[in-house]
């Protein structure tokens, strides 16, 4: 062999060598700190694209193949979730009604031990189900943080029947997302669509597991209603679908699918009045449960972007006095001194029209793009002052939070939507701004709606909780528990503290 030839051949080894080392590492990042570089992996998402949106509609009976084909290739990438979770649940003495005197007066010293259950009573494993979306081959699953919220075990089933062990990858309670893996190969996951370009009346269809693990990946079918949903009050940061694909109790972290079989949302929640379904669902955009997951797996927490500022939305007496025009931009409220529009110029009473050269028409808009905006980015801003126009440079922060992947504290988030309020731990931030007393392990009421059968009862916001139906409220963690249990047409019996008195209020859910 020549010399010319066999150079040539090096030549091409080398080349494929590269493209060999290109293809490996495509998935992988760099990341740099003082101490050197450290690899951080990026999940390998799924790319193939099916071609189910162009399939030909004939006849009535070729419109009926199209969906039983998008069911077909997305129902394997769906599977029921269970957990479990171990908790101390006290044994009573039935006099505890009367007060604890009444056991003294009977001969049990007071605080001593009851049924032999010892300080802490008897143990017991609390269940729950949801649901779960495959999106690598590798085994991450997309799902609600309020399906995997403090559990001791998570495990999947598959279509397949497989029962396989999982672990929380991390969770984030602001969106209400959490990711999940086992260690599987082989999976079948599902194609990630872009959230931003689904358009509302466009066919979808939804899978889960309502109800029970007998009803497993049922497929229901419906049509986007709404984009852009948020105040509902099921998380911090809100930007849901919402849609008439009927999504009942256990459909929660199960996918809202596209025509063409590709995953646009996981669907978090119902708007009911019953319990049941109305018609009315929620689904977490792709595109946020996207970044969410990304961040989840490479860096273990959420960062957003900090602005610090409040807003409000622009209404017509606010428009009439400002003398602008009704959703043009959001009104500036309290500018926090320090922070980065502080620095930037930013004042009260301020209008921002434009947020990235982006129009800016609602508050709850401006504050998602915030958020998914990295710390440290620097973004630009049109203000109306007075009527005069600015453009100011803002050098976003990092918000603070305490929601690290791993963590199992109690994190701030909607209780049971279907108790019709809002509790939160009360922390010391939360305490001065309520003007109440913080103290450990409390938590409070902080948005009711007054329709709902709690409102009516008579609770309101600013109510402490002390115990759910006669289980004392230790912590949130304890609170969510409680709460989780509870069932649609269940009686619930709240105890309270409100201004130092306790105070019983019961009401239907």
């Not at 990026?42 to 004939?58: F, H, M, T």
């Not at 009977?106 to 189900?129: D, H, I, Y």
């Not at 996918?255 to 590709?262: C, D, H, P, R, S």
């Not at 995953?263 to 978090?268: A, D, P, V, Y």
Request: zero cysteines; glycine letters at 12%; aromatic letters at 6%.
């Amino acid at each position: 062999m020549s010399k010319r030839r066999m150079n040539m051949k090096n030549l091409l080894l080398v080349f494929a060598g590269m493209a060999a080392g290109a293809l490996v590492f495509s998935n992988l990042e760099f990341t740099f700190d003082l101490g050197g570089a450290t690899l951080s992996s990026r999940p390998n998402l799924a790319l193939a694209k099916s071609d189910i949106e162009n399939y030909p509609i004939q006849s009535l009976k070729s419109f009926n193949e199209a969906f039983v084909q998008i069911a077909d290739s997305a129902t394997p990438s769906v599977v029921t979730i269970f957990t479990e979770k171990t908790v101390n649940q006290r044994v009573g003495s039935p006099f505890e009604l009367f007060g604890r005197s009444f056991d003294e007066f009977f001969g049990m010293p007071k605080g001593a031990p009851q049924n032999g259950g010892g300080s802490n009573g008897r143990k017991e494993v609390q269940k729950g189900l949801g649901s779960g979306v495959i999106v690598t081959e590798d085994g991450y699953i997309l799902t609600n943080n309020h399906v995997v919220n403090d559990a001791d075990v998570v495990y999947i089933r598959t279509s397949e029947n497989r029962k396989i062990q999982a672990r929380v990858i991390g969770k984030d309670p602001k969106t209400d997302l959490a990711v999940i893996k086992v260690d599987e190969k082989g999976l079948k996951p599902m194609v990630l669509g872009d959230s931003d370009r689904l358009r509302v009346g466009e066919w979808v269809i939804a899978i889960g597991s309502p109800l029970g693990e007998n009803l497993a990946r049922t497929v229901t079918q419906g049509i986007v209603s709404a984009k852009g949903r948020a105040n509902v009050g099921l998380a911090d940061y809100e930007d849901f679908i919402q849609t008439d694909a009927a999504i009942n109790p256990g459909n929660s972290g199960g996918a809202l699918v596209n025509i063409n079989g590709e995953l646009i949302g996981i669907n978090t929640a119902i708007a009911s009045r019953t319990g049941g379904f109305e018609g009315i669902g929620f689904a977490v955009p792709s595109n946020m449960a996207r970044k969410v997951m990304t961040a989840l797996i490479t860096t273990g927490k959420v960062s957003r972007g900090y602005f610090g500022i409040s807003i409000q939305d622009i209404d017509e007496n606010i428009a009439k006095a400002l003398h602008i025009n009704t959703g043009e931009g959001v009104l500036v409220g309290m500018v926090v001194p320090g922070g980065p529009a502080a620095k930037a110029g930013i004042k009260t009473g301020d209008v921002i029209l434009d947020f990235n050269d982006v129009k800016v028409k609602r508050g709850v808009e401006l504050r998602n793009a915030i958020a998914s905006i990295a710390p440290g980015t620097i973004v630009k801003v049109r203000v109306n002052r007075d009527g005069n126009i600015r453009h100011v440079s803002i050098r976003l922060e990092e918000l603070e939070t305490k929601e690290v992947a791993s963590a199992k504290s109690g994190a701030q988030e909607t209780a049971s939507a279907a108790l019709g309020f809002r509790a939160e731990e009360l922390t010391a931030q939360l305490a001065q701004k309520l003007n109440l007393k913080p103290g450990p392990g409390k938590v409070v009421i902080t948005a009711i709606d007054p329709s709902s059968k709690a409102g009516q009862a008579g609770l309101k916001a600013g109510d402490i909780i002390l115990s759910v139906n006669k289980q004392g409220v230790t912590s949130f963690a304890s609170y969510s528990m409680l709460v989780k249990s509870v069932k649609s047409g269940d009686l619930v019996l709240l105890l309270v503290d409100r201004a130092g008195n306790s105070i019983y209020f019961a009401f239907n859910v």
